[in-house]
């Protein structure tokens, strides 16, 4: 009898492969191999088991997840599980009769991520020549199927500019749900973050878009709006706490309490070859050692808040201050927090910047940007003392 309620979702990573190489990619910089995938009966069991513990959802996702030519098998078995399924997508690898096979398999929703509003600077930030036209065309397949649709746009410095033209675009393809998320910076984000930290003028004028266009889109589509940590007062209740009511198992079938979390050192997670799901969820060592509040140290220890942000990203604190046990660097009680808010400030006005893209190929220069030795250990705290 498990004592833990289940968790809400399941993200499911098929594959780290992806034809985009978005420099702010929540891929870790440790990209899983095709070869070490899980097959299509192992996802299809995963799914058994995450229904008989009370799943009820399952996000496919990737990398790019329609790389895989059995999506479709994984479609139909979800839904005869019995679990909605989402389909989070770049598109570009989709037609139009792959849409409707994937409707008609049983799909729920589709979720597209767009990069700009127009072609030029968008093909560049996902470094995919043709991608934005072609997402396009796929969103309004994807309407046309009768399926619902929710348009994810990441922002940052080089694309913040553009945010209204961005909502603007993804209400005029009927998007009922248009998620605009700053960037959170690990795996990938990490490495570039000195080209995509926005400028604090520049979120204040986000906050302004995102305002507005809520009120005229009333009615007609919801914006979920995801603010960026570093100019933070107090950090998101990341993932609903750890361990609490999410889980993602990566391409080659490690569970874990967030996508990002095996990005800290010394946490053993375990496999879905390895070990039944319930077990994992329940009794799993790494789900354990930061679930609830008994593992907090001051100041979350005593703040009255401690259940309702669990202390923020753990993940995030590791990166910023080489801790995954203190609190998030994005609350302002931290110690580290006016370091980390004068840090983005810094960097945000270095300019332009260009980035290391995302890649299989690029795996070595990311682990040497981002201070990690082969095994993960990282050796120093990712922020360097602020000068002077
Ligand atoms: S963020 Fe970009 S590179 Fe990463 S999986 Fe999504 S589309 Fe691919
Ligand atoms: S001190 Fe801890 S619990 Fe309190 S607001 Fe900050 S991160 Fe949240």
């Known amino acids: 009898m498990s004592l833990m309620p289940p968790p809400l979702a399941i993200l499911a990573e098929l594959t780290h492969r992806c034809p985009l190489r978005c420099p702010y990619c929540s891929n870790p910089v440790e990209l899983a191999r095709a070869r070490e995938e899980l097959s299509t009966d192992e996802w299809i069991d995963l799914m058994r088991q995450a229904a008989a513990i009370g799943v009820l959802q399952v996000h496919l996702s990737g990398g790019e997840p329609t790389v895989r030519k059995d999506l479709e098998q994984i479609v139909t078995a979800a839904r005869e599980i019995g679990i909605y399924t989402n389909l989070i997508t770049s598109a570009v690898l989709l037609d139009q009769a792959r849409v409707e096979a994937l409707a008609a398999a049983g799909l729920d929703h589709v979720q597209i991520s767009f990069q700009d509003s127009e072609p030029g600077p968008a093909d560049r930030i996902g470094g995919y020549a043709g991608g934005h036209e072609k997402k396009r065309a796929v969103a309004a397949w994807v309407r046309a199927a009768g399926l619902p649709l929710t348009v994810n746009l990441v922002v940052h410095r080089q694309n913040l500019s553009h945010l ?5 675009m993804a209400a005029s393809m009927d998007a009922r749900r248009i998620e605009v998320a700053h960037v959170q910076y690990y795996g990938w984000g990490l490495v570039n973050r000195a080209a995509l930290v ?31 940590d570093y100019y933070a007062r107090r950090p998101k209740p990341c993932m609903g706490g750890w361990a609490r009511q999410f889980l993602t198992v990566t391409p080659a079938g490690k569970v874990l309490p967030c996508h990002a979390a095996d990005s800290i050192p010394g946490l053993v997670f375990e496999s879905i070859r390895e070990r039944p799901l319930a077990e994992i969820w329940e009794s799993s060592e790494a789900f354990r050692r930061f679930r609830g509040t008994d593992w907090m140290p001051e100041p979350c220890r005593s703040c009255d808040r401690r259940e309702i942000d669990w202390g923020g990203c753990r993940c995030q604190a590791f990166a910023l201050v080489g801790d995954a046990a203190a609190t998030d660097p994005a609350c302002g009680l931290s110690p580290h927090h006016a370091r980390i808010a004068a840090l983005a400030a810094r960097e945000s006005e270095v300019g332009e910047g260009s980035f290391l893209y995302r890649s299989f190929a690029t795996v070595d220069e990311a682990r040497a940007a981002s201070g990690l030795t082969r095994d993960r250990e990282r050796p120093e705290a990712a922020v360097p003392p602020a000068p002077g």
Request: net charge negative.
């Open 164 to 168: 209204g033209a961005m909502i603007e």
């Open 198 to 228: 926005p400028t604090r003028a520049q979120v204040a004028a986000a906050d302004d878009v995102v305002a507005e266009a809520r009120a005229r889109l009333e009615g007609r589509a919801v914006i979920d709006y995801v603010v960026p």
